[in-house]
């Protein structure tokens, strides 16, 4: 029997550990890499991302768009793993980076602003895989490595995706924590832990600023820390739903290394985001 502790309230809950190895380095992250790019394992978003990719936008109608599933991007030696949801149909769909292109103030930048000023991105924007942008203990990855219509994977697609997650994370070897941007990447990434552990009920919620410790569930493969943060999309962004103060207390907490950073939550708001 042991514990998480989420946010000072604990959960009782049996533990089945099974281990897997961190093989991390540059030749395995290289291989799940190109596994990630070659997928074809959900036809839905496969025929969507094609067909975004042979339309184009008529902004970037000069563009060969990626048009393929997209990898994780960072430092190989990361100890914070930022996890999204998706690429972006007109975003990384188009760039093969992810979180860059959604425009000037997009997303990607919105995130990237926050990385700079706290000391682990070298730029604070992310418009092109070319434009020199370059992670310092951050790796960022998405639960869904397909653009899916109207942002909306299926629990299935999903579900299917963890797979190259788990085995991107096996290749980054001193990942401690997770930022979970928004509830889809947060449940995506408790769901993978809960094919290796048993969860308590109800599993933890999601929230900006929660903070699950995962550290009594043994010496495993995952993090110790899942950490909760709403996702830069624009309509969170525009309406104030999420500040660059509430972003910078965030990842400015986890660059001083607080063992149990206080975020500041957002009460009142919908744990949804």
């Given amino acids: ?30 291989t799940v890499r190109a596994r990630i790019v070659a997928c074809e394992r959900c036809p839905r978003l496969r025929a969507y991302c094609r067909d975004v990719a042979r339309d184009r936008r008529a902004a970037y109608r000069d563009w060969i768009y990626w048009g393929r599933p997209v990898p994780g ?6 100890r914070i793993l930022v996890l999204g949801l998706a690429p972006a149909a ?3 769909n188009r760039t093969g980076r992810v ?6 103030g997009g997303s990607g930048d919105f ?15 992310s418009q092109h895989p070319d434009d020199g942008l370059e992670l310092t203990d951050v790796y960022i990855a998405a639960a869904v490595r397909c653009a899916p219509p109207k942002n909306k994977p ?7 995706c963890l797979d190259h997650l788990a085995a991107e994370v096996a290749a980054l070897p001193r990942i401690e924590t997770v930022v979970a941007l928004g509830k889809i990447a947060w449940d995506a990434w408790l769901q993978l832990l809960g094919r ?30 899942l950490v909760g943060c709403y996702h830069p999309s624009r309509q969170n962004t525009n309406t104030g739903t999420v500040t660059p103060a509430m972003y910078d207390a965030l990842f400015q907490a986890l660059a001083g290394d607080r063992a149990d950073p206080r975020f500041g939550d957002a009460p009142g708001t919908p744990a949804t985001r």
């Avoid at 969860?199 to 493969?221: I, K, M, S």
Wanted: hydrophobic fraction near 35%; charge should be positive; aromatic fraction near 8%.
């Fill in 90 to 92: 007109h975003g990384a």
């Fill in 73 to 78: 991007f960072g430092d190989p030696t990361a």
């Fill in 111 to 125: 995130l990237m602003a926050a990385l700079h000023r706290a000391g682990f991105a070298n730029r604070p924007t």
């Fill in 99 to 104: 979180f860059t292109g959604d425009g000037t």
């Fill in 196 to 225: 290796r552990v048993a969860l308590p009920r109800p599993r933890p919620g999601f929230g900006h600023g929660a903070v699950v410790d995962l550290r009594t569930l043994g010496d495993h493969w995952t993090a110790r820390t």
């Fill in 1 to 30: 029997m042991t514990f998480l502790l989420v946010s000072g309230q604990s959960y009782h809950c049996s533990v089945t550990v099974q281990k897997s190895p961190r093989l991390g380095g540059p030749s395995a992250l290289a």
């Fill in 154 to 160: 299926s629990p299935r697609e999903i579900a299917t």
